[in-house]
């Protein structure tokens, strides 16, 4: 019943209209479709998207190669994952492209799912998968996710009660807050927004962060919950000739640092992501050290979802909290393992959504299944509410309403 009978890839749109892959895979009684995420401020220690030739050239690759597949049982995700590195044979994805494998991995887990009749969250985490993830969304931003935005690259809402649809709407509404705040600033600028729809002004990081504190406390106070501001700064996108690069100043690493602690400390900002460089762990350790009792210090471009990588932070003491983005490593496998590697050796996990996204809500499943702490998805635009409103299904569902 659960035995992979036909696997189907495709070329689909992407949220900035860029081509993507989605795969379906059919089982006698069971069918699975999963899409690709596309980022743009990719760590250099991703696996590769696409093979050189590109998305035709991956899928062509693929297809050659599906035979290995037919037959396999789609429950076995182990022998899937491992199969995928085997067609691939490089240890970064480069022949088949990491896109297009998870793109496999995950459809052939959601056809798993759909065979036995159960949802994917708890196909994949059981009966103890209970609990939803804490939405933290994007409200305003810039680095390369938009043109004449802030250098720092997201400046994000933290909802955290207990009640995901709750946390899910502050979250808008704290974005609808920093909208209304900039059109009062700027009444004769049209202001747009990024990537993530978060909004792009013209100001500096500090003015910004400020606008986006002044956002979440208001909202907070109205709507009687707990917001907290977070930071993505990816830090590699603006770090050149050992210098950290902002619109109006240029900071040495130990600046940086310092500056970092200065932000966290004086507007009570509970998470950063990315505040250093992909390379620098011993500075990521440092950081951590000054400032990781009150606040998660998150490890994206340098962990890259790699269980090898996550080691050497866990070894140094760098960040406390590790990014979750299943194409970085390109198997549904290796990012479950990643999950629970950060989660054994006492980190927390965010899962994350990229930058370029599909409607597709893989993430969220896999957030639930394996007790994931937070999910950074955005805080509304289609590509990004497919997966805030699955959040809201999904606690309905297991509440039983
Ligand atoms: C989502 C992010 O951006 P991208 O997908 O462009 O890497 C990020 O840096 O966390
Ligand atoms: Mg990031």
Redesign the pocket.
Same mark, same amino acid.
């Given at each position: 019943m659960t035995l992979i009978e036909d696997i189907v890839l495709r070329k689909i749109l992407d949220s900035r209209g860029n081509p993507t892959v989605e795969v379906e895979v059919y089982t006698l009684n069971g069918y699975g479709r999963a899409a690709a995420?596309?980022? %743009?401020?990719?760590?250099k220690h991703e696996v590769k998207a696409y093979p050189v030739g590109g998305i035709d050239k991956g899928i062509e690759y693929f297809k050659e190669r599906m035979d290995n597949f037919i037959g396999m049982d789609s429950t076995q995700q182990e022998d899937i994952d491992a199969m995928l590195h085997e067609i691939d044979g490089t240890d970064d994805f480069s022949m088949l492209g990491g896109n297009i494998a998870i793109a496999i991995s995950l459809a052939v887990a959601k056809a798993a799912a759909n065979s036995m009749g159960l949802p994917f969250y708890q196909y994949l985490g059981g009966a103890f998968a209970n609990r939803i993830p804490k939405p933290v969304g994007n409200v305003l931003g810039g680095g390369?996710?938009a043109v004449g935005g802030t250098t720092i690259?997201?400046m994000l809402s933290m909802a955290l009660s207990d009640s995901a649809k709750d946390n899910v709407f502050a979250n808008a509404l704290v974005h609808k807050k920093v909208g209304e705040k900039l059109r009062e600033r700027f009444p004769n600028i049209s202001i747009g927004l990024g990537?993530?729809k978060a909004w792009i002004a013209p100001m500096d990081d500090i003015e910004a962060i400020e606008v986006v504190v002044d956002a979440v406390r208001e909202v907070g106070e109205e709507y009687g919950i707990e917001i907290k501001p977070a930071l993505?700064f990816?830090a590699s996108s603006f770090y050149k000739d050992g210098k950290y690069h902002y619109k109006n100043k240029i900071l040495t690493p130990e600046e940086q640092i310092d500056f970092v602690e200065d932000i966290v400390k004086n507007y009570g900002i509970y998470l950063v992501?990315?505040p250093l460089d992909e390379e620098d762990f011993d500075g990521f350790a440092e950081l951590t050290r000054r400032i990781g009792h009150i606040a998660y210090v998150v490890g994206?471009?340098i962990f890259v979802t790699n269980v090898e990588r996550i080691k050497i932070g866990v070894d140094k003491g760098a960040a406390n909290t590790v990014?979750i983005?299943p194409n970085q490593i390109g198997t549904l496998t290796d990012t479950i393992r990643a999950i629970r590697f950060s989660k054994d050796n006492g980190y927390a996990t965010m899962i994350?959504?990229?930058?370029?996204e599909t409607c597709d809500t893989s993430i969220v499943h896999i957030g639930v299944a394996f007790g994931v702490e937070f999910i %950074?998805t955005g805080a509304i635009g289609g590509e990004r509410i497919a997966k805030l409103n699955e959040m809201i299904r999904i606690e309905e569902e297991l509440k039983g309403e």
């Open positions: 995420p596309a980022g %743009k401020s990719t760590g390369k996710h690259q997201e990537d993530e993505d990816a992501e990315d994206d471009d990014l983005k994350s959504h990229r930058s370029g %950074k």
